[in-house]
């Protein structure tokens, strides 16, 4: 990806005219373009150290040019961009470097121990709370352990419905490798073109068809880990009494217990049959009240999102090609997929009817659907007017939900003031609560990194004091940090830095990430 902007700058697009209309009125427009010339720091490295990596790895694994180490800077938050967008890519790694195998692996952690450098697991580069921004300090120089090379599908088992994949195999080319034998794995994140089956166990990611399929860990049923101490297998079975679930240690500990270096996971066959439509309920609450009841009910489709009405009012002038400019209130997305959905479709619209849902047709939902991976492409376009964007995420029970979405709320508009846009959806939901997703633009400041770390800081103390998660699916990473110590209190600060001093007592994998 472009060391400034998300993705592929070929997919990049100009804002349309409804959507800057519909900006300009809300919150106005600047141009703000990126600086040109980026240049990173010299590595840091002695050709000493770095020869005696070359030795253990091969020559070609190891890479130190200007380019590589730009691509590998930080990840895709919009600190993150903004700081790369004012020229500033200071936290370049003073290499990178390419493992081909789990041996690779081991023995670069053992050569980051031996000569003290921080070693920062590297998949698809998408994160967005600092989770690839390590601390260099007491540390003779940093990493990034690209895992690229390994990114193999490794075995199949279609008697038990199981896979093994190699960490840097990225989603596309997970679901493509999969349908050769008639499988998928059916986790679809935002970011799924680009992010990694490694980060996906690594950050605990949630997918867009988490409804129908489950998040990513409960897809996962065996891990390997590479640590500083040795070599971790887990998943000898599909499931078992044997003493705490260590996956669940692995899954979400952000490269700073090991690196993962294969993921065994859950699949299921290819859908003969996906539909994807749109419905329509007079408030957010309503529709998400309609949510709760088919969690609860065991109704649930595969795909289910509801827009607020802010949301909902952008998502359409995005859509101005689309008939039906009656459509009001807040839009749902429903997605059934199997075999056969006629009868599962069926039932979910009979009870979204009873409680006042409208249908509005396939053509939103398989809009939707074309067009669901584009959303940061936006970002970067309004970046570019002046316009301050970011998402931030969060999870809590039903009975809290309407606290949660007013206290985050009122948090970012405070903080952001006058011609804040704040944008919310559910697309996360369980039998006993859901996720909220918000999105937010606002006129950028002349301290555009200060104005959002103050806002973001405002929502999550509103986060945690109204009881809910600090994060849903995007991580702690070092943005979180601060918040997840209050979250799980002294004793869970205990556990996790008793974890990481027993399997890394070196501190080299990823300093300063996820442990308070």
């Not at 690779?104 to 980051?112: G, H, I, K, N, T």
């Not at 949301?311 to 459509?327: C, F, H, K, P, Y």
Request: contains cysteine; proline residues 4%; hydrophobic residues 45%.
């Amino acid at each position: 990806m472009h060391p400034q902007r998300w993705g592929a700058p070929s997919e990049a697009s100009a804002l349309s005219d409804s959507v800057r209309g519909l900006v300009d009125a809300f919150v106005g427009t600047r141009d703000t373009p990126a600086v040109t010339e980026v240049s990173v720091p010299a590595s840091g490295l002695s050709d000493d150290v770095l020869g005696s990596l070359k030795t253990a790895i091969g020559d070609d694994a190891v890479l130190v040019d200007d380019e590589s180490r730009r691509l590998r800077t930080r990840g895709k938050s919009t600190p993150d961009l903004l700081r790369a967008r004012s020229g500033d890519l200071a936290d370049a790694p003073d290499a990178v470097v390419r493992p081909s195998s789990h041996a690779d692996v081991e023995a670069v952690l053992a050569w980051a121990v031996e000569h003290r450098v921080a070693v920062v697991p590297f998949g698809g580069g998408t994160s967005v709370t600092g989770g690839l921004a390590a601390r260099r300090d007491g540390f003779a120089g940093l990493i990034s352990l690209d895992l690229v090379r390994l990114d193999q599908l490794v075995s199949v088992d279609p008697v038990s419905m199981t896979a093994v994949l190699q960490p840097g195999m990225r989603g596309p080319a997970a679901e493509k490798a999969l349908a050769e034998h008639g499988m998928t794995l059916g986790h679809f994140p935002q970011s799924f073109e680009y992010a990694s089956i490694g980060g996906f166990a690594a950050t605990r990611s949630s997918g867009q068809s988490s409804a129908g399929f489950g998040r990513f860990d409960d897809m996962v049923v065996g891990l390997r880990m590479a640590t500083p101490i040795g070599e971790l297998v887990l998943g000898s079975s599909p499931a078992n009494a044997a003493g705490p679930d260590l996956r669940e240690v692995v899954m979400g500990s952000e490269g700073t217990l090991g690196v993962i270096t294969e993921v065994t996971v859950r699949v299921r066959a290819v859908a003969a049959e996906k539909v994807y439509e749109a419905w329509s309920f007079a408030t957010f609450a309503e529709g998400a009240e309609a949510m709760r009841k088919l969690a609860q009910s065991g109704l649930l489709p595969t795909v289910i999102r509801i827009s607020d009405e802010a949301e909902t009012m952008v998502n359409l002038a995005s859509q101005s090609d689309i008939g039906g400019d009656g459509v009001s209130g807040c839009v749902m997305i429903v997605g059934h997929e199997g075999a056969s959905v006629a009868a599962s479709r069926a039932e979910v619209s009979a009870v979204l009817e009873s409680l006042g849902g409208t249908n509005l047709g396939e053509e939103r939902g398989q809009a939707w659907a074309e067009g669901r991976f584009h959303a940061p492409y936006l970002r970067d376009s309004l970046l570019d007017v002046g316009v301050l964007v970011e998402t931030l995420e969060t999870a809590t029970f039903w009975s809290s939900r309407e606290k949660v979405y007013q206290a985050v709320k009122q948090a970012l508009e405070t903080s952001l003031g006058e011609g804040t846009l704040v944008l919310c959806h559910i697309s996360h939901v369980y039998e006993t609560g859901c996720s909220l997703y918000f999105t937010v633009a606002a006129k950028q400041a002349d301290a555009p990194l200060e104005q959002w770390l103050a806002a973001k800081a405002a929502a999550s103390d509103a986060m945690v004091e109204s009881g809910a998660t600090i994060t849903h699916h995007h991580a702690v990473g070092t943005d979180h940090k601060p918040w997840l110590a209050r979250e799980i209190g002294p004793v869970g600060v205990a556990m996790l830095r008793g974890l990481k001093g027993a399997v890394d007592p070196d501190g080299v994998l990823n300093p300063g990430v996820l442990i308070p």
